[in-house]
């Protein structure tokens, strides 16, 4: 049996999906990365492996580090 069986709280996948937003907002929140989970910002996740690279690509550039 695999945790996702198992455990009722990960049958669905709408309820996997919000209880991993909820434990990336909270483990976020303490390492005080709180922007990404603010009011009124987008939840897109991207399209393609190819476009998750090129977004943080483009962050790292912007951040000149």
């Given at each position: 049996?695999t945790?996702?069986?198992?455990?009722?709280?990960?049958?669905s996948?709408?309820?996997?999906?919000?209880?991993?937003?909820?434990?990336?907002?909270?483990?976020?929140?303490?390492?005080?990365?709180?922007?990404?989970?603010?009011?009124?910002?987008?939840?897109?996740?991207?399209?393609?492996?190819?476009?998750?690279?090129?977004?943080?690509?483009?962050?790292?550039?912007?951040?000149?580090?």
């Open positions: 049996m945790l996702k069986q198992s455990n009722r709280h990960l049958r996948a709408a309820a996997r999906k919000a209880a991993l937003r909820i434990s990336a907002q909270t483990s976020s929140a303490v390492e005080g990365i709180r922007a990404p989970f603010a009011k009124g910002k987008r939840g897109d996740s991207p399209t393609s492996t190819k476009t998750f690279i090129a977004h943080w690509k483009r962050r790292a550039a912007a951040t000149a580090r």
